[in-house]
């Protein structure tokens, strides 16, 4: 990168960081510091939810999904305006009546203490895992097309999250999200605008080569309990996922009880339902336009350079420029036929357009043995390297064809994506332990002072232990997903034990206990024996699924419980 670019990353990272600080500055109590003194209007509320939901891993992965999968992906989000209206009339009233710091108290109101225990455990579980890979999944990418050393780029997100987090809570942690906000979405837009302009063809014929390519699939209305992305499972499946995380995640929940009025609140929320997809549009777009790119432009071999350069200086290097030489033939007939396909198109010869876009496929299942061929060299050379490279295609793209000062702002979209996300989790995290555990199970009457500075105190752990998570995450694989899949395996026992407590009133704390023990185990079952089954039966289910399965079976567990309970 420039210097100019180096100057541009640098600058909005820190001024966010002391804009937080400094304008959360001064002496606090418990309330004002968990809920921000109810200061938040609804734009505010917003924003801060959207920056929250909207982690790295959404502007690294998401334009590489695209580019790779086409705009499917956005069918996830068709059930959140939904989510977002059920939880506005029915979750936000009630902790606004019972003026609770955490979802959580609610539940000791409604059954009984170890049922809110069990809850605060299961997200703390849940979240505290999450902080770390939320952490580790931006920082692996952006440490590699640095060249930083992974622990220090750690270490420099993590503890810029802690200092202003720590200081100011949830105010700061509102306050910067706007900020945050305002630099990730700037610089997509920035993004996308070079992106159509770099294009080697006009705006329209880009978006027939897209179409043409299945590219521009908004909308499957396939049946497949194990594809995530469809409308049915946008609609159905989803919408539990909505539900939990924004109805009883504390790290979501805390975000809309800082606002000023029940009615600021809901306002917050309803505008996140609806400007979430049109967000998630754009950048789903944007990697399209870099796949359309790609097709005129021969695109590296494989995206990730790091890995590219060391093969280069191996024993394998001959190998690999052969492998090279055989991808930019097959690239080169394969733009000639696309020019062929437009033509097609353009002059309404939709045979031959079909008949054309055949003969690329074929040419794309050879580029595809190709690039196989070159992660079986790397691995060769690297028996550790992550041969899957999606992630990278943006960033690379950025670095090889934005011009400067523009290379920095989207690193720092990057960087305060992590920085939005992870702050909320770990400010959340730290609410959760003080109120539910150490405040209600542990040291009951202490000054607020006591809890102000215990609460402090647990943001930094969870911090540190997020920064110490994901200095190991490498043990684990499949991070970019993890995220949604490790949220998947808890949400559906803690939205259901929440259901049933707003719904069904006459199931009882030791029903609903029961019933939350034996749904989790039967999610972590499901989960595990997914795609191999058990006893003669198979089954291979999306865990999208896993937040249905999993609130439904609190709802039956807890009701056959509390019928034998009577008897």
């Known amino acids: 990168m420039s210097t100019l670019d180096w100057i541009v990353l640098f600058w909005t990272l820190f001024s966010i960081a002391a804009f937080g600080i400094y304008k959360t500055r001064g002496k606090k109590n418990l309330d004002s510091y968990l809920r921000g003194k109810n200061s938040m209007n609804w734009w505010t509320i917003g924003l801060s939810i959207m920056a929250t939901q909207a982690s790295a891993i959404t502007f690294l992965s998401t334009p590489g999904q695209a580019y790779e999968d086409g705009m499917r992906f956005i069918q996830f989000y068709f059930g959140l305006p939904i989510a977002m209206v059920i939880i506005s009339a029915t979750f936000i009233p009630i902790y606004y009546k019972l003026k609770v710091y955490t979802a959580y108290e609610y539940l000791e109101n409604r059954f009984d203490l170890k049922t809110r225990t069990l809850t605060a455990l299961l997200f703390i579980i849940q979240r505290g895992l999450g902080a770390g890979i939320t952490i580790y999944a931006p920082a692996i990418i952006l440490s590699t097309l640095l060249g930083w050393n992974l622990t220090l780029t750690n270490i420099l997100i993590g503890m810029l999250v802690i200092l202003y987090t720590v200081s100011g809570g949830t105010e700061a942690v509102s306050i910067t999200q706007k900020q945050q906000m305002a630099v990730m979405m700037g610089?997509?837009?920035?993004?996308?605008?070079?992106?159509i302009q770099l294009l080697p063809i006009s705006f329209g014929e880009a978006l027939h080569v897209a179409g043409k390519?299945?590219?521009?699939?908004?909308?499957?209305?396939?049946?497949?309990?194990?594809?995530?992305?469809?409308?049915?499972?946008?609609?159905?499946?989803?919408?539990f996922l909505f539900l939990s995380y924004f109805?009883?995640?504390?790290?979501?929940?805390?975000r809309y009880l800082s606002g000023q009025t029940l009615t600021q609140s809901r306002m917050g929320l309803i505008m996140n339902g609806f400007l979430k997809i049109p967000m998630q549009f754009v950048i789903l777009f944007i990697?399209?336009?870099v796949f359309v790119f790609y097709q005129y432009i021969q695109p590296p071999v494989f995206f990730n350079k790091v890995q590219t350069e060391k093969i280069k200086s191996s024993e394998y290097a001959g190998e690999f420029e052969s492998l090279e030489s055989q991808y930019e033939a097959s690239f080169q007939e394969g733009r000639v036929a696309y020019q062929e396909m437009l033509a097609a198109i353009e002059s309404d010869q939709e045979e031959k357009a079909d008949e054309i876009k055949g003969r690329i496929q074929d040419i794309k299942k050879e580029q595809s043995l190709i690039r196989e061929e070159v992660k079986s060299l790397i691995v060769k050379n690297d028996p550790d390297a992550e041969t899957r490279d999606t992630d990278y295609v943006f960033m690379r793209f950025v670095m090889d064809y934005l011009p400067p000062g523009i290379v920095g702002l989207l690193f720092a979209v990057i960087f305060s994506a992590a920085m939005s996300s992870s702050s909320s989790e770990l400010n959340a995290l730290g609410s959760t332990t003080t109120i539910d555990l150490y405040k209600r199970s542990m040291k009951k009457d202490a000054s607020d002072l006591h809890y102000l500075r215990s609460s402090k105190a647990f943001t930094a752990f969870w911090g540190l232990g997020a920064i110490l998570f994901a200095t190991y995450a490498s043990l684990?694989?499949?991070?970019?997903?993890?995220?949604?899949?490790?949220?998947?395996?808890?949400?559906?026992?803690?939205l259901g034990v929440f259901i049933v407590g707003f719904f069904l009133k006459w199931i009882r704390g030791n029903a609903v206990f029961i019933g939350a023990l034996l749904s989790q185990a039967l999610i972590l079952l499901v989960h595990f024996k997914n795609g191999v089954g058990m006893m003669g039966f198979y089954w291979d289910i999306g865990f999208l699924w896993y937040n249905a399965i999993g609130c439904l079976a609190v709802m039956g567990f807890g009701s056959v419980a509390q019928l034998f309970m009577k008897k």
């Open 187 to 195: 610089g997509m837009i920035l993004a996308g605008i070079i992106v």
């Open 213 to 239: 390519m299945e590219k521009l699939n908004v909308v499957s209305f396939e049946f497949d309990l194990a594809d995530r992305y469809n409308v049915w499972s946008g609609m159905t499946a989803a919408v």
């Open 247 to 254: 109805g009883s995640d504390q790290s979501q929940v805390q």
């Open 287 to 289: 990697g399209v336009m």
């Open 476 to 494: 684990f694989e499949n991070l970019i997903q993890a995220v949604n899949l490790l949220g998947s395996l808890f949400y559906g026992t803690i």
